[in-house]
């Protein structure tokens, strides 16, 4: 079957491809840039397309011969507008299905979308949920509670939190119940679907087993991990405040943590099962999925997908294309040549960052890693890569997205810091005489005033820092025999 996907890089999204792939499937994805997809799959049944669901000149024929077409699209820590820009893909996306010959749209949304008070993130769900089903084309939208999975945001949160708090002081969102269910369930109901028997649009409500509380989930947890908690309820931290908190406890930055807090206000527990006989999938109960979770994160690999490899997820309108013009453009680039081969040259740079530092002045590195961390930003939570070997594009570390690279010659690394402009950092091994040039520029483009003051500022220090980091570098490449 020929199937479309739009979302593939998401937490959700990235294992979806992963398992049609192997099953034979022929799978197109769509992405604002083709390339943070090409090197995460490696599949000669897997076609990547250009397209941008809120340019619809981009989506032209993207439904061609195409049977079945996943949305999965949504956006973490936008900041305004964010329900307009998701209705709008959601029409764009609609009204493009329309003119072809698919049989059948799946979408996953949220479990809690019929209560009332939702909120904006839930809300937005809810009304995506609707258009994808306004159409005559038959829509399936799954509705999923809280999913446990190694990597997965709730359970991140969870984790972090029962590992490094003895005692805890909760708020009252960890008392709304919670129907949790593994990934991989998810992952089946959203494959079972393609057959579904119905040829009508209809909601489909998924979760385990067992109804539990966010302070049940963390209690569970706890015992599984042999560790006494304490667990104090209050009901004055508001989602603003309790969001912070959770930015220095947890992995999870501030904007996405209130997100979530602000949908775990209400309920999310099956109210209607309907369909649900149709499929073969029988949920695995919580504590079953909290210790294959937990055997998965113990393993030496990166988990399958993380919930901050969306592009989306990142702090900034982040754009790997982007063609923004900036008024004020700085730039500090410093060179130094090696007698060694470019390779060698390049091998400290496939190390840099996470565990390894910045080779030069890392606590300079890590104080501003929690400035930004305070401010709520993304800090140097990130600490690894998919993929140690080398750079994907698409790809997290510390506080950085990788938007290009060229395997052993050449990355450069967009913040995604909260900053008033965009900041870049390159790195370019060029072929030289002596043996290669290692070529670093740090980059600063700004429209504002206080951008000018933000670069000019740290002008001194910067000087300082990038000089002794080129120096650091050079002197970590392997000396030839």
């Known amino acids: 079957m020929k199937i479309l996907i739009c979302g593939a890089t998401g937490y959700v999204g990235s294992r979806l491809t992963n398992k049609l792939l192997s099953e034979g499937h022929e799978v197109r994805c769509l992405a604002r840039n083709p390339s943070s997809i090409k090197e995460r799959f490696n599949s000669e049944k897997l076609e990547v397309i250009h397209g941008n669901l809120l340019d619809t000149e981009t ?177 004055v931290l508001t989602p603003n405040l309790s969001s912070k908190w959770l930015g220095l406890v ?80 700085y730039r500090d680039t410093r060179q130094i040549t090696l007698p060694v081969d470019p390779i060698k040259a390049f091998d400290p740079i496939n190390k840099i960052g996470g565990e390894n530092g910045w080779y030069f002045a890392n606590l300079l590195w890590n104080i501003r890693g929690w400035i930004d961390l305070a401010v709520g930003g993304v800090g140097l939570r990130r600490r690894t890569r998919r993929n140690s070997e080398k750079f994907i594009v698409g790809d997290t570390l510390d506080w950085w997205r990788i938007s290009e690279s060229k395997h052993n010659q050449f990355v450069r690394l967009e913040a995604e810091m909260k900053l008033p402009g965009k900041a870049w950092l390159e790195f370019q091994v060029l072929e030289d005489k002596k043996g290669s040039v290692l070529k670093q520029t740090a980059g600063f483009d700004t429209n504002s005033v206080f951008g000018r003051i933000y670069w000019l500022g740290l002008l001194p220090l910067h000087k300082i820092i990038f000089q002794g980091m080129l120096k650091r570098i050079s002197q970590k490449i392997p000396k030839t025999s």
């Open 250 to 329: 947890t992995p999870v930055y501030a904007r996405v943590g209130k997100k979530l807090i602000e949908s775990l206000k209400s309920d999310s527990i099956i109210e209607n099962t309907d369909h649900i006989s149709e499929f073969t999938i029988k949920p695995i109960g919580i504590k079953e999925s909290l210790i294959r979770t937990n055997s998965d994160v113990n393993r030496p690999s990166e988990p399958e997908s993380r919930w901050y490899d969306s592009i989306s997820s990142g702090i900034s309108e982040f754009n790997l294309n982007d063609q923004t013009s900036y008024k004020h453009q």
């Open 59 to 235: 989506l032209q024929n993207i439904f061609e011969d195409i049977e079945v077409a996943y949305y999965l699209v949504h956006s973490l820590t936008a900041k305004e507008n964010f329900q307009f820009k998701e209705a709008l893909c959601a029409k764009n996306f609609i009204n493009e299905a329309k003119k072809s010959k698919v049989k059948r749209l799946i979408y996953l949304g949220g479990l809690g979308t019929n209560s009332e008070n939702l909120s904006p993130h839930l809300e937005s769900r809810k009304e995506v949920g609707q258009i994808l089903r306004s159409s005559q084309i038959p829509c399936v939208e799954i509705q999923a509670s809280i999913i446990i999975g190694s990597g997965s945001l709730s359970y991140e949160i969870m984790k972090n939190l029962v590992e490094r708090l003895p005692v805890m002081v909760t708020p009252k969102w960890v008392s709304s119940l919670a129907q949790p269910i593994w990934i991989n369930d998810v992952i089946s109901y959203l494959i079972e679907s393609i057959e579904l028997k119905s040829m009508n649009s209809c909601v489909i409500q998924i979760g385990g087993p067992d109804q539990v509380t966010y302070k049940e989930l963390m209690s569970i947890y706890a015992k599984i991990l042999g560790k006494k908690r304490l667990m104090i309820s209050v009901p």
